[in-house]
């Protein structure tokens, strides 16, 4: 179709129109309950979220208390930066460095727990099939974009993670004064003992996964570009499927919720939440 045809609103409808049932990879599927990939076992009444994020994308959701969330690396090179707020009351957010601290450990997985400003769980890493994450570095931003690539301009070619999150936070009345310290799902850092800072950027074996449980009413806003660490001169990023469905609130006898003293205050803070 020619320019224009879309220059009157007649030509412009009719351009939109036959666009319909166009597919791309990086595009939400709707309804979810329509995805080809529904984990096992869940049924597609159950599907809450079916989005596959492009290099340099980002996307946002709320999940309710309960609901699973599993973050796929299609190819091998994804960097999933993620912010987590209390749906209901956003200032309550994720706190890295409570997080870290309470659990003694800051090396995140299987059996770990995302924790808020205010000592509750916001999310519980069920399944963790990717062989490590960063808690320590937070999110590229334009600057460090720019000096790794010449530019990194949230609409340019080289879109930074906490640009991007400013468009996934906005979708929820948020601002660039709620984008807090993220979690980088998917790209390994450690702290070795002479107190370097190291990173292992792979790329890895396409298909792993990591898979959390809401906790509480949650809004989950994801970034996936490359790790401001990331030594490489190209902007490496691959794409990533996220996808959410339905789940039972965790019961009093959850290993994760009992597994030790700390986590087990989280989750009794959380549940007195609810209880009002």
Not at 39 to 62: F, H, K
Not at 82 to 95: G, H, T
Not at 189 to 200: A, F, K, M, P, W
């Amino acid at each position: 179709m020619s320019a224009a045809s879309t220059a009157d609103p007649y030509g412009a409808r009719d351009h939109a129109r036959a666009m319909a049932g166009t597919r791309v990879e990086a595009m939400p599927t709707l309804p979810p309950s329509d995805a080809a990939d529904l984990p096992e076992g869940v049924s597609a009444e159950d599907m809450l979220w079916a989005e596959t994020i492009a290099a340099g994308g980002y996307a946002a959701r709320e999940l309710k208390r309960g609901a699973r969330l599993r973050i796929t690396d299609l190819h091998g090179d994804a960097c999933v930066s993620m912010l987590v707020f209390n749906a209901e009351r956003p200032f309550e957010r994720l706190n890295v460095a409570d997080t870290v601290k309470v659990q003694w450990n800051a090396y995140l997985g299987a059996g770990k727990l995302l924790l808020s400003d205010m000592g509750r769980v916001l999310m519980s890493i069920l399944e963790d099939g990717t062989g490590g994450h960063d808690a320590f570095c937070g999110a590229s931003n334009q600057a460090s974009n720019a000096r790794r690539y010449g530019d990194g301009f949230n609409h340019g070619v080289h879109p930074n993670a906490r640009d991007r999150f400013s468009l996934a936070v906005a979708k929820f009345g948020l601002g660039r004064k709620d984008i807090h310290p993220c979690i980088n799902w998917f790209k390994p850092v450690r702290i070795d003992g002479e107190g370097n800072t190291l990173i292992d950027v792979g790329p890895c074996a396409p298909g792993r996964s990591i898979t959390l449980r809401a906790e509480m009413d949650v809004i989950v806003a994801l970034a996936n570009c490359p790790h401001v660490l990331d030594p490489r001169a190209d902007y490496s990023v691959t794409p990533v499927r996220a996808t959410a469905w339905r789940g039972p609130v965790t019961p009093e006898g959850d290993p994760i919720r009992n597994a030790t003293p700390e986590g087990l205050r989280a989750f009794l803070n959380a549940e007195d939440y609810f209880r009002r």
